[in-house]
């Protein structure tokens, strides 16, 4: 009973608070569904118009065992995403998202290994990160970083969420398309 009690004590010790909220994480499952159904249609791009934010489109070019690069952004020429998406030039999409798309509405997502986003990367993998309107190293080093941990925590939460309902427009996107 006493040694029990006594890994549990080194367990709760050795997990820094940080990781206490690892299992709120809601874009993994997201993330990983987005991959499975990419590969399952063999197509590593995907992109479609946001249907929860008029004028701006979402896009992702997927390296398998790799990385998720996800983007969201307004567009000022619509009618010219409008005929990249009928011709299904996903990659098109993303490029003309992540680099002229409107100031101030772009968001870019690094998933590396493409498992949704992770708190805290283990061992020698790289940290997961977000550009644009909300910008984001996800290392664990936010006292390196000169912030209060709870801020930290804050930035992933509210990353978190974003990209999820990013990943979420992706799927409904691709689940529709005859892709």
């Known amino acids: 009973m006493v040694s029990r009690l006594a ?12 990781l206490a909220g690892a299992q709120d994480i809601k874009s993994s499952d997201l ?15 995907i992109a479609a118009p946001d ?3 008029p004028g701006a489109y979402v896009a992702a070019l ?20 409008s005929e990249l998406l009928a011709r299904k030039e996903y990659k098109q999409v993303y490029a003309e998202l992540t680099s ?3 100031p101030g509405s772009k968001m870019l997502v690094n ?9 805290k990367p283990s061992g020698s993998q790289p940290p997961d990160g977000v550009e644009g309107a909300m910008q984001a190293t996800f ?3 936010w006292k390196k970083a000169k912030i209060a941990e709870a801020d930290y925590l804050k930035s992933f939460t509210e990353a978190d969420a974003a990209y999820t309902r990013v990943l979420q427009a992706l799927i409904t996107a691709l689940k529709g398309s005859g892709t």
């Not at 997927?62 to 995403?81: D, E, I, N, R, W």
């Not at 998933?111 to 708190?119: C, F, R």
């Open 51 to 53: 249907a929860q934010n």
């Open 111 to 119: 998933d590396v290994y493409a498992n949704g986003l992770t708190i």
């Open 62 to 81: 997927y390296f398998p065992g790799t990385q998720l690069l996800v983007v969201s952004a307004k567009y000022s020429a619509p009618a010219l995403m």
């Open 139 to 141: 290392d664990g080093g």
């Open 7 to 18: 890994l549990v004590a080194v367990i709760a010790f050795a997990c820094p608070p940080a």
């Open 100 to 102: 002229a798309s409107i």
């Open 31 to 45: 993330a990983k569904q987005l991959t499975v159904l990419l590969e399952q249609k063999k197509i590593d791009a």
